[in-house]
């Protein structure tokens, strides 16, 4: 991401989450004699793909059960936006959507996360790479 910030014209943005912290946990956690099965397991490893030359995002999703690939039209986004959870006692965590001219949220993560920043750092950085396309 920080490359595309440095040189924004260039032909693709690669956006990724997750990987090998996930599946040493699950591995370290399974070992531990944790009561969980290994489907129940979901290690991932995803990657989106901006590619501004054939004007199309891929969302690739890497898990035990296999890889699993979604693909949405560049015209098609109409918005990148931070959105939140709040859990019982107030706090807030966060994660980045991309809005569709339809109205519909595609989540870049599937989980919230602490630290606005980022997440605004990260929308900031797709929102430009959208704009520039």
């Known amino acids: ?24 946990f699950g591995t370290l956690f399974f070992l ?7 489907i129940g ?5 995803t990657t989106w793909t901006f590619d501004r030359y054939q004007s ?4 690739r999703r890497e898990t035990l059960r296999g890889v699993k690939i979604n693909e949405y039209a560049l015209r098609d986004i109409a ?4 959105t939140y959870s709040r859990s019982s006692k107030g706090s807030k965590t966060y994660r980045v959507e ?4 339809d109205g519909e949220n ?6 919230y996360s602490s630290g606005y920043k980022n997440k605004e750092r990260a929308a900031d950085v797709i929102r430009a790479f959208l704009q520039s396309s």
């Not at 918005?79 to 931070?82: D, G």
């Not at 595609?106 to 989980?111: A, G, K, M």
């Open 32 to 38: 531990a004699g944790a009561a969980v099965s290994v």
């Open 106 to 111: 595609i989540p870049l993560t599937s989980w």
């Open 1 to 24: 991401m920080n490359l595309f910030v440095q040189s924004p014209n260039l032909s693709h943005l690669d956006v990724a989450h997750g990987g090998g912290n996930q599946l040493w």
């Open 79 to 82: 918005n990148v936006q931070i």
């Open 41 to 45: 397991v979901q290690a991932r490893f």
């Open 56 to 59: 199309l995002i891929t969302h």
């Open 98 to 101: 991309l809005e569709t001219r």
